[in-house]
């Protein structure tokens, strides 16, 4: 079956540092892959999603890496701020058809951010 | 801010009491999810929807079900709620073709 996980669930960095959450997959057939952040009493809010025909997207503070050899993706968060501080999921769209697709979502890692 | 709404925010049921959870998005989307989460824990697919009249069942297995007989809607239904059911079940939807969905605030059910 497939699944997508974190290997950490908790991440304690000090204010102004950068971040990295990682993520492992196992569904080779999935087209895109997808980071949400989650604040606590709201739901999921994109962030940023990268093709599976792409190594690295950037975007505003954040960066996506995905290694496809070793099914992995992670977040990079640059000067993290009090303001990220949530629990971040990894996400992949898994192809049924082609005009269908299910969203999967990994666990969680939370994301404590020091003063 | 995403236009999806989910109502109730919070329900306090008793054992064997049919509820339904409402789910409504104002941005045309075919795609429309539930998940089932605990807290601190993974999001687990529960249902699906590509368009009006589709539904799917997801990975979790789940003794509810949903309808979408309106593509803004898509409402999710316990005929008999039981203390195992309490958890908190959010909804989302994205467009055809767009890889952000987009979630509503979640309810939180508790079936005492």
């Known amino acids: 079956g497939e699944s997508v996980g974190l290997h950490l669930p908790t991440l304690s960095v000090q204010e102004g540092d950068n971040s990295i959450i990682n993520c492992a997959y196992s569904?080779?057939?999935?087209?895109?892959f997808i980071w949400y952040k989650q604040e606590s009493g709201k739901g999921p809010q994109f962030i940023i999603d990268i093709r599976s025909n792409m190594d690295k997207r950037q975007g505003q503070r954040v960066t996506v890496l995905l290694n496809k050899t070793v099914k992995h993706l992670s977040l990079q968060i640059a000067a993290t701020q009090p303001g990220d501080s949530a629990v971040y999921f990894c996400a992949e769209n898994t192809v049924l058809s082609s005009n269908t697709g299910k969203l999967i979502f990994g666990q969680g890692t939370t994301l404590q951010v020091k003063p | 801010e995403a236009d999806i709404y989910q109502t109730p925010r919070y329900l306090v049921i008793g054992t064997g009491k049919k509820i339904t959870l409402e789910c409504s998005q104002t941005m045309g989307h075919d795609k429309m999810y539930w998940y089932q989460q605990d807290p601190g824990m993974e999001l687990h697919l529960i249902h699906y929807?590509?368009?009006?009249?589709?539904?799917e069942k997801g990975d979790l297995s789940s003794e509810s079900t949903v309808s979408r007989i309106r593509t803004e809607h898509f409402p999710l239904t316990l005929e008999s709620a039981r203390p195992s059911h309490t958890s908190q079940y959010l909804c989302?939807?994205?467009?055809?073709?767009?890889?952000?969905?987009?979630f509503g605030q979640g309810t939180r059910l508790t079936v005492v």
């Open positions: 569904n080779s057939a999935s087209d895109y």
């Open positions: 929807s590509y368009g009006v009249n589709s539904t």
């Open positions: 989302a939807s994205r467009s055809a073709g767009n890889t952000e969905a987009f």
